[in-house]
């Protein structure tokens, strides 16, 4: 009987796993008993928002590898419909979130039913394209008119009819917590189904997998339907929070964040664009910083990513725990010869 030589322990040994995670819920479950400042609880309850959505655009750009730079036009969907159908039509709130998920939902379906038959940067100057028309048409026109004269829409975005008023920061913040981790978690099953793995297939070699016989157009339509879902249910929770819907809802800059969070926590891991996302904006909204400093550092942050770590911090990790693990196999063997263990192992 031949033993097997022990495993490499350490902390480097599984830079990522769930007790890493579950320590990190565990803060920012106990955050909010430090009584901490109410303007940095609502930077995080938008935060833990924005990770699910950062999560939601690595489903369609890192798992399937269909670069978007438009996955704010879903987000939008979701926040327009969420508020148009609560005022014109006077749906109960519950209903109208769940439609406009929906919506999102068919809207993502349309953008991969266009952008199937594409590949490589015309998938991003397609959604591109979409997001930006889309963001033009919101900024430039008023929907509604409210009490008084005043013009719903355009860049003041219109208000939601919310069924609860001053809603206290912590239970947003709570509520907000909850929901990125459901979604991360039914993102995370949905990456490492079946129908994941195919997706994966297809990112690394679109030829090799129609080859073996999987609908490439099909595979990159769900993905794009499945991303699209999870970040309409995004634009629903952040339309509820802020409390109405705006143009920025479906700008450029919404789509190059999620796109910038991917690519530094690490594309195709669901968790490493979830966690980039919460720390880069708690740090910059944090600083208290104007929007254009924030795009440059967003932008410089994206430049430094991709010079001297493309993997992001998630394969950053990987790559320097397989180095460990490399260097700590051979001082095992050593230690274990060294106390009489002949160089061929263990006798059976």
Wanted: proline residues 7%; contains cysteine.
């Amino acid at each position: 009987m031949i033993r097997r030589a022990p495993l490499p322990s350490g902390p480097w040994a599984a830079p990522f796993r769930g007790g890493w995670l579950a320590a990190g819920i565990g803060l920012l479950l106990l955050f909010p008993l430090s009584s901490p400042d109410a303007y940095f609880l609502d930077v995080l309850t938008t935060g833990f928002l924005l990770a699910a959505f950062a999560a939601s655009w690595d489903v369609v750009g890192g798992i399937a590898g269909q670069v978007t730079l438009g996955h704010a036009l879903p987000f939008g969907a979701a926040t327009y419909a969420l508020a148009l159908l609560g005022r014109i039509a006077g749906m109960p709130f519950p209903v109208a979130a769940a439609l406009a998920v929906l919506i999102a939902t068919g809207v993502g379906a349309g953008i991969g039913w266009l952008a199937s038959p594409l590949s490589g940067p015309f998938v991003a100057l397609l959604t591109l394209a979409l997001a930006e028309a889309a963001h033009e048409v919101a900024a430039g026109h008023a929907f509604l008119s409210g009490p008084g004269g005043y013009a719903w829409g355009g860049e003041g975005g219109i208000p939601l009819a919310l069924p609860w008023r001053d809603a206290p920061p912590f239970a947003s913040y709570y509520v907000a917590l909850a929901f990125l981790c459901l979604s991360t978690w039914g993102m995370l099953r949905f990456s490492r189904s079946g129908a994941g793995l195919t997706l994966r297939a297809v990112a690394g070699s679109p030829v090799t997998a129609q080859a073996s016989g999987v609908p490439i157009g099909r595979t990159k339509r769900l993905a794009f339907t499945v991303g699209s879902a999870f970040a309409g249910a995004a634009g629903v929770g952040f339309a509820s929070h802020v409390g109405r819907a705006t143009a920025g809802d479906l700008s450029l800059e919404l789509s190059f964040q999620a796109a910038t969070f991917a690519a530094v926590g690490g594309r195709g891991t669901v968790i490493g664009p979830a966690v980039a996302a919460l720390l880069l904006h708690a740090l910059f909204q944090g600083m208290s910083l104007s929007p254009a400093a924030r795009v440059l550092l967003y932008a410089g942050t994206l430049m430094v990513t991709l010079r001297f770590f493309p993997g992001g911090v998630a394969g950053t990790a990987r790559e320097i725990a397989a180095r460990l693990r490399g260097r700590e196999g051979p001082w095992i063997a050593r230690r274990g010869r060294g106390r009489g263990t002949p160089p061929g192992g263990p006798a059976a």
